[in-house]
């Protein structure tokens, strides 16, 4: 994985061509952006974490389908946790009759077993989780992310939980 780092000016459009770009010639993982607030002068700063083009295994075209292989992205122990998470997901899917990624999306889960959220504002911060999600699975997914830093993650959540 790498990082690429921009400021995308306001006012100029110059700056955000050049990110859409590169954006085009990569295999974007996650995408951090802040906006900073300075008057005429102020900006969108954007952390891109990604993988090359040249890797073979990542195709960086759009429109090719192409699966994230999360077992080689995430540490051992972020791993075990991602399939943690997922399991819970699928049981939850199942439950309410709803694709699994209507409840959280892989990447999504991913960043849950880096970050090890343990936290609603630690969860809010992940790209494309708000108020409703968090309200309605929030408290569950700290729970079952608890319960595996302290040696329980062999054991299944219910979906009730």
Known sequence: MQWSFFRIPVTGGVASEELNRFLRSVRVLTVHREFVG??????????????????????AMRGVSSKTDFKALLPPEDFALFAR??????????????????IFTNEQLAEMAR??????????????IGQGRLEKYGSVVIEVIGGFAHGAGEGAVSPDN
């Open 115 to 128: 970050r090890r959220c343990t936290s609603p504002a630690a969860l809010r911060e992940i790209d494309g």
């Open 38 to 59: 300075q008057g005429d002068a102020s900006f969108w700063a954007l952390a891109v974490e990604y993988l090359p083009a040249t890797d073979s295994t990542q195709p």
């Open 85 to 102: 998470l997922r399991e819970w997901r699928k049981q939850i899917a199942n439950t309410e009759a709803v694709p699994v990624y209507a």
